[in-house]
């Protein structure tokens, strides 16, 4: 069955720097995009950045564009998230998801992607 699996949240001070980490399984991870989104207490669920399947292209919300980037090692079957210059707004329940469909490109839209992890809390506070 499918699993994904989020580490390395934790607290970090503003202007600070986080690694996320999903470990994927129970499919042909190579095949799927994928994508990070965030939940603040009390707000929806936003999309953060996404990768296309196999080696493909990666977008980003505007918020974080220049400061996040996404990646994958489809041979280890992992995605990341690299977070610089943390802001306060930053905080949230981070969660790895998987796309839907095979072969189709990553979308911002929650209702594209059919497994979500249990998250990694993302604090960023002084």
């Known amino acids: 069955q499918v699993q994904l699996v989020e580490s390395g949240g934790g607290l970090a001070q503003p202007g600070g720097s986080l690694r996320l980490s999903c470990a994927a399984s129970g499919f042909t991870f190579s095949d799927y995009a994928m994508g990070w989104f965030r939940q603040a207490p009390g707000k929806e669920r936003e999309f953060v950045a996404g990768?296309?399947?196999?080696?493909?292209?990666?977008y980003y919300a505007d918020s974080v564009k220049g400061r996040f980037t996404i990646s994958r090692d489809n041979a280890k079957n992992r995605l990341y998230l690299q977070m610089h210059s943390l802001k306060p707004e930053d905080t949230a329940m981070y969660y790895c998801?998987?796309?839907?469909?095979?072969?189709?490109?990553?979308?911002?839209?929650?209702?594209?992607?059919?497994?979500w992890g249990q998250g990694t809390q993302v604090t960023v506070s002084s």
């Open positions: 998801t998987k796309l839907r469909l095979a072969y189709w490109g990553t979308s911002s839209r929650p209702d594209d992607y059919n497994y």
């Open positions: 990768t296309n399947y196999g080696d493909g292209g990666t």
